[in-house]
């Protein structure tokens, strides 16, 4: 935490303060409430326990895969283990976890290892498995081979699977008409997928500088946004009315999904601003990003203000928000934290 000087007189502390914490990045780190170590593998050195982690859009459920390749799914209020997989499920391990907007399903998707090389293969076994929290059960899996897997989107019920992959390719799962539908909307690696309510949108970020706006149902672009360098992270709230994108450098901007304009740009300081998760809250009033660069920071999504922001001790993997407004971060440690509302 930086130190931000103050004079003796009240008035003269609260300006100096206020000036400080808007042009120097003063940060007041919010009460922590509770801190959950998700981290079985006991073998594992501190700091190098988690391959991945994945928060409930709501903030009440945790998933992680360890480096024996095992995943759990955790009661964050109880610290409480409440379902458990082991490797051998996964052909190696999870590489990407993703909760449903409702919370019940954990999507798991990642390369199968246990596939032995032969001449006849063109790529990765790259598999996809959506598993119910509830009773355990894997209600269905698809394979694809082919270029490595780069992200990963589920559907609110679980039922549909967008996935994007290192070539550019992104490919839609459908459970209920067992199809699979391709899109190559972009030219390079895709970076990070947002799937609407409906299931009827999508904003898709790439390494070829672009992040898209289009319709699952005819693969229509509606709306492009450049980038001068490659896009990283694209996020949308719950109604796709505003879209958040950023990429390699210091750009990141908020968008009006309902005609393409720009909404505002994140007023931040910093030169790089590193993301590793964006996420809306529930209300759409609060954009949340975590950074492996340890922090986390809260943001008006109506004009890029910051209303947040504060340094941890560990790269921030997910954030959400729970009902109460608290903020719960989970990091590469393995390491839950809920953090008490204070903006």
Not at 138 to 143: Q, S
Not at 232 to 248: E, M, P
Not at 294 to 307: T, Y
Request: with cysteine.
């Amino acid at each position: 935490m930086r130190y931000c000087p103050t004079t003796n007189t009240p008035l003269a502390r609260a300006l100096l303060l206020a000036a400080l914490l808007m042009v120097a990045g003063c940060e007041t780190k919010p009460g922590l409430e509770l801190s959950l170590s998700l981290n079985d593998a006991a073998e594992a050195e501190p700091g190098e326990s988690v391959l991945t982690a994945a928060l409930s859009a709501d903030g009440t459920l945790a998933a992680v895969t360890t480096v024996d390749g095992a995943v759990s799914v955790w009661d964050i209020a109880a610290g409480a283990k409440i379902r458990s997989w082991p490797a051998a499920e996964f052909g190696g391990g999870a590489q990407f976890l993703q909760f449903t907007e409702r919370g019940r399903m954990l999507l798991l998707a990642g390369v199968d290892h246990s596939v032995e090389p032969s001449e006849q293969r063109q790529g990765d076994i790259n598999y996809f498995m959506v598993r119910s929290i509830d009773d355990g059960s894997a209600r269905r899996i698809w394979t694809l081979e082919g270029a490595r897997l780069t992200a990963v989107a589920p559907s609110r019920d679980g039922s549909r699977i967008l996935a994007g992959f290192s070539n550019g390719l992104i490919v839609l799962f459908d459970e209920f008409t067992s199809t699979r539908q391709d899109y190559s909307l972009h030219t390079d690696k895709i970076t990070d997928l947002a799937l609407s309510a409906d299931g009827d949108r999508v904003l898709s970020s790439s390494v070829d500088g672009t992040a898209l706006h289009w319709q699952v149902a005819t693969g229509n672009i509606l709306q492009r946004f450049e980038h001068k360098n490659r896009a990283t992270i694209a996020a949308a709230d719950s109604n796709f009315q505003v879209g958040f994108t950023s990429d390699a450098l210091d750009n990141q901007r908020l968008w009006n999904l309902t005609d393409g304009s720009l909404a505002a740009q994140l007023q931040h300081q910093q030169r790089w601003m590193y993301i590793s998760r964006a996420r809306f809250s529930a209300g759409g009033n609060r954009l949340l990003i975590g950074s492996p660069s340890k922090a986390v920071s809260i943001w008006n999504p109506i004009n890029g203000e910051n209303i947040a922001r504060w340094h941890i001790d560990y790269p921030v993997v997910d954030v959400a928000e729970t009902s109460r407004g608290d903020l719960v971060s989970v990091g590469s440690s393995g390491l839950v934290e809920v953090w008490q509302r204070a903006w």
